[in-house]
């Protein structure tokens, strides 16, 4: 044992042997605590589905069956078997079949058409319409109880800046 595994809890140590098995030599300390937080979580959801498997079949106790249909339906429902090589290569063959488009040699980086790229405009414009306000003539009168300040119903009848929309068609990607 390495300096420094006396004080290590028997899982650490065990992960430790583990990597060790493997012929991982050398690793950050905090992958084995990784390790067994990953092993402790997928022992605890185990033994959760093993005690629903166990109430429903209405046994008093969690059992070995429960344990491995628990840990049978993790791997059908978790893990997936890759396809044969055999399907790999048939369909890598029908795709290499098609060719690949030309591309337009240019100075620089060659990039894809306007319409296919993130950058080109997708947005409207919202630009206020600009409206000559009409130049308020102001007549003096002696007329008592006429108020200087325009009451609130007279403020809104005057006109307001209503903002003109501006569109750009945006342009649909041919297939």
């Known amino acids: 044992m390495a300096e420094g595994d006396e004080d290590l809890p028997r899982d650490a140590k065990i992960v430790k042997s583990l990597l060790k098995s493997m012929g991982v030599e050398d690793y950050e300390p905090r992958v084995v605590h990784q390790f067994l937080e ?3 979580r997928y022992v605890v959801d185990i033994l959760t589905d093993a005690q629903v498997y166990s109430e429903h079949a209405g046994k008093p106790a969690i059992d070995c069956d ?5 840990i049978q339906s993790k791997v ?3 893990f997936s078997q890759p396809p044969p090589r055999e399907v ?4 890598a063959r029908n795709r290499n079949k098609i060719p690949l488009p030309r591309s337009i040699a240019g100075p620089g980086i060659p990039l894809p058409p306007e319409q296919d790229t993130l950058i080109s405009p997708n947005y409207q414009l919202a630009i206020p319409k600009k409206q000559s306000s009409p130049a ?3 007549t003096e009168e002696d007329e008592e109880g006429v108020d200087p300040k325009p ?3 007279q403020r809104t009848e005057m006109p307001q800046h209503t903002p003109q929309r501006v569109s750009f ?3 649909k990607r041919p297939k």
């Open 169 to 171: 068609p945006l342009t």
């Open 76 to 78: 059908n429902f978790s």
């Open 151 to 153: 009451s609130q119903e």
């Open 66 to 70: 429960d344990i491995k249909l628990a």
């Open 38 to 40: 990953l092993w402790y």
């Open 136 to 138: 308020v003539v102001e």
């Open 88 to 91: 790999l290569l048939e369909l």
